[in-house]
């Protein structure tokens, strides 16, 4: 995988839910950024989808739980790359 650079846009300033789950507010400040995502509620192909569509280059997804397992993250048809 081609390594990607970018600062890191943590969405809690427009998503106080921090899930990703709706589409990004157009002065999102996520363009040209890596999203900062948490796991939950929604699949994460709509998270890389949302973040996408904003302009980000990139994804982090954070866990939601502190002692939960962690799962295969999922993201079929993704067009920026991500992690879990």
Avoid: H, W
């Avoid at 990139?58 to 866990?63: F, K, L, S």
Wanted: glycine share 12%; charged share 15%; proline share 5%.
């Amino acid at each position: 995988a081609e390594a990607i650079e970018g600062q890191a846009k943590d969405i809690a300033g427009f998503d106080d839910t921090r899930l990703g789950c709706n589409p990004y507010p157009p002065d999102s400040g996520v363009a040209g950024r890596i999203a900062i995502v948490q796991r939950g509620t929604c699949d994460f192909v709509s998270k890389f989808a949302n973040a996408a569509a904003a302009g980000a280059v990139g994804i982090v997804v954070y866990n939601n739980q502190a002692n939960a397992n962690l799962v295969e993250m999922v993201s079929d048809g993704a067009t920026i790359p991500g992690l879990f």
